[in-house]
C-alpha cells in the first residue's frame, strides 16, 4: 500500500475513533444529538443502541490501525487485507446510511469517502 492510503486509512480512523465517544458516552447532549443525526430530540429508547454502534466504529479504527501497523512491521499481506476490508466495510455502511437518510449525507461521506480514497489510491 502506497502512503496515500496508509494517510487516508489513519483519517479513516481518527474519524471513527471520534464518532466513538459521541455515539457511545455524549449522546445526551443536544449539539452531539444535532451532529449525529440533524436533530437535538432526544430518543431515550435508541440509547444503548447508540453505545453499541460508538463500539463498532471504534472497532473499526482499530482495524485501520492494525492493518496499517501489519505493513510497517513486515506482515504486508495481512495488512492490505485488513486495510482493504475495513476500508470496504466503512465505504458500505456510509452508502447505507446515505440511502436510509440522505438528509445525514455528510456524516454519510465523512464515513465513506476517506476509506474510498484509500481503495482507489491502492488501485493506482
Known sequence: MNAVSQVFALIAAAIHVIAWPLESFLYGH??????????????PEVRLWRFNVGFYNLFLALGLGVGVTALHTGHEATGRALVVY?????IAG???????????????????????????????
Open 86 to 90: 475495513v476500508s470496504a466495510f466503512m
Open 94 to 124: 456510509g452508502t447505507i446510511l446515505f440511502v436510509s437518510e440522505r438528509r445525514l449525507w455528510r456524516v454519510a461521506l465523512a464515513q465513506a469517502v476517506p476509506p474510498a480514497v484509500v481503495l482507489i489510491a491502492d488501485l493506482v
Open 30 to 43: 443536544p449539539r452531539v444529538r444535532y451532529l449525529l443525526t440533524g436533530s437535538t430530540a432526544d430518543a
